[in-house]
Structures are given as structure tokens and as C-alpha cells.
């Protein structure tokens, strides 16, 4: 089954089961990936479709920021349960450790030896690490050890 099969099927289950909440979230990302299929021309892979999830679940994380600065928890817990949603599409992210140990392999495979490397060494770690990488944990380990 495909990745837009299987969020169609979950959206299914969760308006039988009257998940309004969880349907609408379900909903959403349903609309984005047709968007992203339409401004691609073709089907798109389940790497473009993990792109577009982790878009959504950023864009939840931020709003609960704001939301939680503005003292509204009626909002932020909304967006907190969306977030539950969408993360439930997402690959488990590697820990800081398993982080750390792709960014030194890279470091040492490329040379880098400062700050102007960056831009060399950060795509690398995004691509060996296929989606489960955090960007901004793997962009501080990257500039603690390239200092």
C-alpha cells in the first residue's frame, strides 16, 4: 500500500470512528501531498511525502510556541494533538549519540576543518541520514566540532 493509501485508510477509520479531530489532521496532509503530487507532475515517492509531513508537524511545532507565548493553551493543545498525528508518519529520528557519529563520519570523509565547510558537510549528513536526522540537532553538533 502506498504512503497516500495508508493515510487515506487511516482517515477512512478515523471518521467511522468519529476522530473528528484526528480525520481533519488526516484531511490536511491528504490535501498537501495531492498539492505536492500536482505541482510535480507525477505520483511522488514516500521520501517527498515524509517531506510534506515534516513540513506540517514544523509548522504545528511553531504554532504551539507562539501559542504557549500568548497564553493560549486551548490553541496550542489543538495544534499539540495534530502534531501527535502527523508524527505518527514520521520515521523514529536518531538520538543525539547516533547524530554525532554520522556528523564525525562525514567530518572525517570530506575533511572539513571549520566553519566555512558547512555548506559542504551539512547536505551530506541530511542525505546519509535518509530523514531521520534532526536538522537542528546535526547543525550544532556540526558547529561544536568544526570550531
Given at each position: 500500500?502506498?504512503?497516500?493509501?495508508?493515510?487515506?485508510?487511516?482517515?477512512?477509520s478515523?471518521?467511522?470512528?468519529?476522530?473528528?479531530?484526528?480525520?481533519?489532521?488526516?484531511?490536511?496532509?491528504?490535501?498537501?501531498?495531492?498539492?505536492?503530487?500536482?505541482?510535480n507532475?507525477?505520483?511522488?515517492?514516500?521520501?517527498e511525502?515524509?517531506?510534506?509531513?515534516?513540513t506540517?508537524?514544523?509548522?504545528?511545532?511553531?504554532?504551539?510556541?507562539?501559542?504557549?507565548?500568548?497564553?493560549?493553551?486551548?490553541?496550542?493543545?489543538?495544534?499539540?494533538?495534530?502534531?501527535?498525528?502527523?508524527?505518527?508518519?514520521?520515521?523514529?529520528?536518531?538520538?543525539?549519540?547516533?547524530?554525532?557519529?554520522?556528523?564525525?563520519k562525514?567530518?572525517?570523509?570530506?575533511?572539513?576543518?571549520?566553519m566555512?565547510?558547512?555548506?559542504?558537510?551539512?547536505?551530506?549528513?541530511?542525505?546519509?541520514?535518509?530523514?531521520?536526522v534532526?536538522?537542528?540537532?546535526?547543525?550544532?553538533?556540526?558547529?561544536?566540532?568544526?570550531?
Open positions: 500500500m502506498s504512503f497516500i493509501e495508508t493515510i487515506k485508510t487511516d482517515m477512512y478515523a471518521m467511522k470512528s468519529g476522530e473528528k479531530d484526528k480525520a481533519g489532521t488526516l484531511r490536511t496532509l491528504l490535501a498537501k501531498l495531492k498539492d505536492r503530487q500536482i505541482q507532475g507525477k505520483a511522488i515517492t514516500e521520501l511525502g515524509l517531506a510534506v509531513v515534516k506540517l508537524a514544523k509548522q504545528r511545532k511553531e504554532s504551539i510556541k507562539l501559542y504557549q507565548q500568548a497564553n493560549r493553551t486551548d490553541l496550542a493543545d489543538s495544534e499539540s494533538e495534530e502534531l501527535r498525528v502527523l508524527e505518527t508518519y514520521l520515521p523514529k529520528m536518531m538520538d543525539a549519540d547516533k547524530t554525532r557519529h554520522l556528523v564525525e562525514i567530518i572525517s570523509e570530506t575533511g572539513a576543518r571549520g566555512s565547510d558547512i555548506g559542504i558537510v551539512m547536505p551530506l549528513v541530511m542525505q546519509q541520514g535518509q530523514g531521520m534532526d536538522g537542528k540537532i546535526a547543525n550544532n553538533i556540526l558547529k561544536e566540532l568544526l570550531k
